[in-house]
Nanobody, 124 residues
Framework: QVQLEESGGGLVQAGRSLRLTCAAS????????VGWFRQAPGKEREPVAA????????AYADSVRGRFTISRDNAKNTVSLQMNNLKFEDTAVYYC?????????????????WGQGTQVTVSS
């Protein structure tokens, strides 16, 4: 089992950057694939990015590809989401999620463990 905690959210102007971090407990975090998801008010939770256990493969939603970068540091039990050139429509609560497998997925139903989320607000 793993516990996840997101940090790094905040209020930022459009065009600026933020870096979110997902910190995990547990000795076996390196065996968990991780995804980032977001949920805006009144909308469904949607995928943002995902990364495999080794970090060798990544996947992105079309809306963030080229602006966001997901990475991980298994020695520190963290996964980061670097968000550049933020847009008003990126405003949402951002969640990290984990699943113990060697694959990669942008489907929220594939993930077993979730953090509580961190708010990102982009002002236009």
């Amino acid at each position: 089992q793993v516990q996840l905690e997101e940090s790094g959210g905040g209020l930022v102007q459009a065009g600026r950057s933020l870096r979110l971090t997902c910190a995990a407990s547990g000795r076996t975090f390196s065996s968990y694939a991780v995804g980032w998801f977001r949920q805006a008010p009144g909308k469904e939770r949607e995928p943002v990015a995902a990364i495999t256990v080794s970090g060798g493969r990544t996947a992105y939603a079309d809306s963030v590809r080229g602006r966001f970068t997901i990475s991980r540091d298994n020695a520190k039990n963290t996964v980061s989401l670097q968000m550049n050139n933020l847009k008003f429509e990126d405003t949402a609560v951002y969640y990290c999620a984990a699943r113990q497998w060697v694959g990669i997925s942008l489907a929220k139903s594939d993930y077993d463990y979730w953090g509580q989320g961190t708010q990102v607000t982009v002002s236009s």
